[in-house]
Each structure stands twice: as C-alpha cells, then as structure tokens.
C-alpha cells in the first residue's frame, strides 16, 4: 500500500520551527489568562454528535468530522468549537462550582471545510469564559484578557482594533427602524451576511422583513456604524437613532473600558452581531486593522446557552481566538522572528570532550549533573578532536556556555567558555554546574 | 434531540483540579525534553487511516476510530501512537534535517477499545525520539529523558523500575535455545505474549516453534532473567545461554547507564521484547515496582522504520510514555497534593475595594496595571463591604497579597497586606504594583 508523505489536507505538520511559533502564541495566551485569574480546563478531542446538532441543529453535520466505532452505535464528532463542550461542564457540576467560573482553555478544533487564507481543517483556539456574573464588568474582565495576550505578542492598537456592538442597543435600533419585534432575530442574522449577500438579494431579504426603503436606509446606516469608543451619549443615540435609555449597555460597556486603560485598542462597530443566534448582549471581533483578513477572535454574552445543555440559567461571556490569522498577522507585523527557533530556551551548556579517556568518563557525568540541577545540556555527537569546529556548533545551538573537557582534567579541571562574553577560565569539574547555574541569565 | 451531560465513554473531562494535574506531568516532561536537548514537535491530530494500515496491517483498523469527511473520499484515522507521524515527518524532510533529530511531543492519542484501570480511549502520550545516531549513548540519552522526568515528579528508583532488553542478545539467546534463525521473529512474539497465555497454549506454540522440551526450558529462563544492570558479563552470559560476544550491546548500554548515574534505576528484563515488530535492539519498559500496574512507558530502538515510511535508512531510538498509569503511580505513591489546585499558580495581589466612587474607579485600573507588568491579579466580584470576609477570600486564593482600596485613597494610598507574612502598610497607589513585584517570592 502506498504510503505518502503528506498530512491530510488542512492540517499541519509542527517541526520544531513551527512548533516554537505556535508555543509562543500559545505561551502568551495562557500566561495572559492566568495573570487575569482564568483557570485551565480541557475536554475531550471528540463529543457525542447530539452536542452539536442540538446547538446548531443538523445542518451542522456536513461541517463535522463525524464517525462512530466499528461494531458501537454511538455517533461521534471532532470538535469544531469549544463552547458546546464548556456548557456541557457546567451544566454538569453547576450546582458544586463556585461562581464566578472563569476558564480558559487551548484546545485543537476541526472542521470540514477547504482550505483557504487564514481557515484550515485543525487549528488551535484559545477560549476563555467568564460565567455567573452580569454586566459590563464581566464582559471587559474578558476583553481584558484577550487584550493582554496581544500586547504580549507585541501588537498595538494600531495593528488590531476590537470592534465592538451590543445586542441590546442594536436591537433597539434595529426596532427604531421598523422592524417588528417577532423579526428582530431574523434581522440581526441579516444583519450579519450583509457583506456577503448581493445587493438585490439583500434588498429582497430586507423586504420580506417588512422594511421600507426608509428604514432599509435606516438599516444601512447601522451596519456602518462606527464610531469610537469614547464617543458622547448623544452622538451614539443620534446614530443609531435610539433614545439613550438604549444605551445603558453600552455605555457602561464604554465606562468599564476606559476605566481599565482599553479604550485605545477598541471602537464600535454596530454591524457586528456574530452570527450564532445564541448571544444575548456585548459582542466583539477582534481584526487586523486594514480589515483585510479573516476575525482574529470573536466573542460575546451568551447568558443563554448553559441553561440549553440542561443547566440552569447563568450569565456567560467569552470568546475565541485562533492561531491561524493571528500568526498571519504577527507575521505581517515583523513580529515573529525570521528563524522561529530563536524562540526557543537557549541552553546553558554546550559539552565538548577530547576523545580521551578521562573525557569520555566525565562527560556523561556532567552532562546528567547540569541536567538534574534544572540546567538545559547539551553535549556534541560528533567524534572529532577539532574543538574549534565544536566550540562553532555550542555558538550555532545558542549555548550560553560551552564547557571544554581536555587535558586538564588530570588536574580535575574543565575550561568554562563564556559564549556571549567571549571569556574563558578554568574551573574545578566539581563546580562547573554551580558556576553555569549562578551565572546572570541574559 | 436529548443532551447528555456526560462526554464520550473513556475520554475525560478536565476540571480546573483535573487539569492542573495534566499541566503538572506535561511541565516535568517538558521541561526533561528540554533540558536533554530536544525540540519539540506536533503532527496532525488525524492521519491518512493508510499510514496505520501501512506499518501494522488491516487488523488494526478495530482499533482505531477511523472516518471520512462527508462527500469525500479519504479515509483518516484518529491517531492511536505518535511513531507513524514522526516517521513520516522524518521522511519528508530526511535530505534537510540536520542529525541527530532529537524531538518530543505530548500528543493526545485515541484507541477504540473498552476502557479500563490505566487505559483510556483518550489519552496523552509524551514522546521522545533520537534519529541518525547509533549505539549506547543515543539509547541512553533518551532513557535519560524519561528518569528526568521521573525524578522531577518525585518519584525514586523504589518507585519505578527501567525495566531494559536487548533484542540482539534475546536473538541470540533464542537461537542458542533451538530456535531455528527464521523463527526469531516468532518466537518474539511468543516471549511478549507469553504471561498472557494459556500454559497449554504457550506449549502448543512453542512446539510449533520447533522447541524441544529441554529447549522451552531455556525459554522459560530467559523469559524469568532478571539482573542487576551492573551484572558481570559471565552471570549475563550464564543465564542467557550465550557467548560473551553476543552481549556487546548489552553490556554497551550498561556501561553508559552506569557513567551517567542511572543504574540504580534500571535492571535487566530478558522477558520484555515489546509486541511492535519494528524494534531491533535496545528495549524497555518502565513498570510501578510492584509490578500491578500497566507500563508507565515503553520504547526502544527501530532502525528500520523510516526507510519503512519511505525515507532514508536511519537508526532511530524512542519511547512513549502516557499520563494516565503515571497518574495512578503519582497518586497511590502521595506525590500528587490532596488539592490539585494548590498545583496551580498562586495569585500575586488580590484587590479589595470598599465601594466608595474611589475604590470603582481605580481598582479596575489597577487591577489591569498589574497584569500589564506580568504579575496574576484577581479582584473580588462581591459587592459587600466587609472588608475581613473579603481577605478570607483572598487567602482561600492562595494570594500573595491583598490590596486594600479603602478611606486612604483620599491620600493616594492604599493598604498592601501581606498574606504569608501577615504584615500589612499603607503604600502609595503608584507605587504597589512595584512593591508587589519586587517583593521575593516564596
């Protein structure tokens, strides 16, 4: 049987290089999320089918992995999101958890579609969920989170903006203009496909919607609205064409944010509205700043969901934030360098024996001393005498120090090379580990 | 369609407590890998199914949880072990990659069998392999690996035993007992699933095997070897039935074992051939010391498994080793705290306000001063005033310190209390995240 080279299509193979960039990516985002106060958790790579279909119904099925056991009868699915998995564990203990729940998570996902620009079949998403608590608080508690993981990856306001609408105030807006209550839904999904619908066909939805050409025109100018975060009351309800008592979600949306420095990297964007019909309130995507590629991340409140897995009723905010279009954009930026493996720990000792006998004894020895005293060793595998060539390889695998076990081990001794320094001495064997231990870090 | 709160038979659900476990076993092996000199790697999370048919044969597929997506034509497979991906990585990439390849992964794996004490349908797997180097010290480097790590989550060489064989000297063994040189396969295979069979049964394949009585004695002795790795070559040749000659390998990775300081916890096991065909020296396992439980891991070398997946010829040496037996050793053995969560990071400042209009607006932008300078800060959700329940909840948080927002913030200070020491002073709101990060850590 043949057996080819390639990974199944839409998937990656992570050699070490690649590797480094997604545990960069990746480091930044747990360390963000435990600095916010978020706890790990993770679930199984693989659900019952009912999870999905009862969320999404069974449309969904054509976008899943699905499969069952050979000779089972259970119907299985890859996960395409994590949210389904969340509210399923909370439903599963809510009585025991102690609110506020805030979670993260960095699971892989998959999903059945082609591959493009910025979209493939597995990637990795970081979520981060913040469950119990109402209001603009929560909502920023998560925002901030995810805010805090891209100044650490080295974006600035200037690269991402978190575009940022509010169910509430939009839906208010959207019964401003005309349309009837029992439509506000199928409004807001309009509301989302906008872009991606032709103008007639658009035109006939919003007809069926019992909009007039004033208020498709009133519907129009809420989908561009955009406007900055710290806009006045007045300006957003002249906008919008609501009444202020509209915008109390957003406003103290907009209070929270400039309360907590994140003003700067935000702006409204009422044409946001996500397109999951199960966000009740605050709703974000975050984007590159030029627009041009897909949504880095995107999230809102969901106070509903917990109790449609059977939970009880529980606010819940979060969001999602893939690997694939943020590495593209932190690759864009300069913000990745041009070797990945230079993100990567530098070892601390590079061991170069003479070949000799007393060489041959020792560094094995010491190799597995640094090792065990937390130290990264490494020790060449080549058989050559040439330490020049060998002190070469210590400077190409980034070595801090090389240590050199030549002739003066008669005397107990070994060379200790200070590879950013440039510096050589001579230490007692028995003390080469403290000395690489003790020694300033970069 | 009914929802269940339950997630797929023999996967598991992560809790924060259950999590923080998992991290605690990945960072020890991380962080070996690392500190041995291996990079890590990832491959996809599914394959071709036709890369696990290719090295084990149609039977496998009962195994594995094995599906296409609908209206396509591929058949993937999840994976069951992480070799096949690794050779094919190494395959493709065999005329670049610098040698040795030294890499780890902690991939999650998937088997489609009943689940039981030590066995998962899900689980993760830490891998470590070492290709292009032949011999003793390669072999040795990555068993060094897998104590590293065991060291680093406490367990002892009474905990654990390295349980190692040598297929050579095995062969050689085998070959002295009777078995005919085109029976050495078989009668490898017989040794490994030897404790598994019927006494009749053994008897009636080893006389298929062409072992006279005498010579299924002998089998039975090597089967039942056990030595201390610093055995002499004469009892090693003794109880093999072997010339010294054969026990060049052998007596090879003792000799590198004992220079790097890790005899004491490996001994010789003559039984131990692992099933995979593909191994052709080195092998091991490594057991609790009792013996009660399934291996904690188990590798070897397999020379010819590249040129298998269609690369080059390259001496290759790894193992596998998964979390859920080590698990159960580190718990029976009290190595895992009673309250998982104390293995998580403990929160640096815990912020506490009192209300006032003050306290609202600086705390949240304290809150986020802090985070922004890398430290973990969580702040209260409970709207109360008692400001004593609250630093109860900061230390049920394992806090290093409470900042208090109180009447002092009149004078831009605020009450810094020290959660281990005890002590508690006013500092300058300006100036407590620098306090809180310069302040030594316990």
Redesign the interface.
Known sequence: ?????????G??????DL??V??HIEGAWR??S????F??????????L??Y??KSGPGI??E????R????D?D?A?RPEFTP?LA??V???AGSLPL?VK?FAIP?H?R?ERQQRGRLR?FVQWNVDLLG?EGA??D?EVI?CAV?AL?RLGLKPTDVRVRLSHRGAVGAALAAAGVQPDRVGDAFELLDRRDKLEPAEFEKRAAALGLSAEARARFDTIAAARLPVDADAGALALRLGVDQASLAGVLGLAE?LK????AAWCEWDFGIVRGLAYYTGTVFEIHEASGNERAVAGGGRYDGLVEL??GPKMPAMGFGMGDVVLGLVLGDRGLLPKDA?AL??R?DAYLIGDGSEASE?EL??L???L??Q?????AS?KTTKNVGKLLGDAAKARARFAVILGAELAQGAVALKDLDGGSQELVPLAQAAARIAGAPRP
Chains 1, 2 share one sequence.
């Open positions: 049987m043949a057996v080819t080279h390639q990974g199944p299509k998937t990656r193979d992570f050699y070490p590797m480094a997604r545990r360390h963000a435990i600095d916010c106060g706890d790990e958790i993770e679930g199984p790579t693989y659900e019952h009912a999870l279909t009862a099925v054509n899943l992995f699905s499969f056991r050979a000779g089972g259970d299985y890859l998995t399923r564990m439903a599963a203990k506020p979670w892989v998959f059945a597995e608590v608080p929560a920023v901030a805090l100044e929270r309360a907590m420095e994140l897995f059977g493996l990567l720990p070892p004894r094995p020895r190799l597995m001393q090792r065990r937390g130290l990264h060793a490494r595998w």
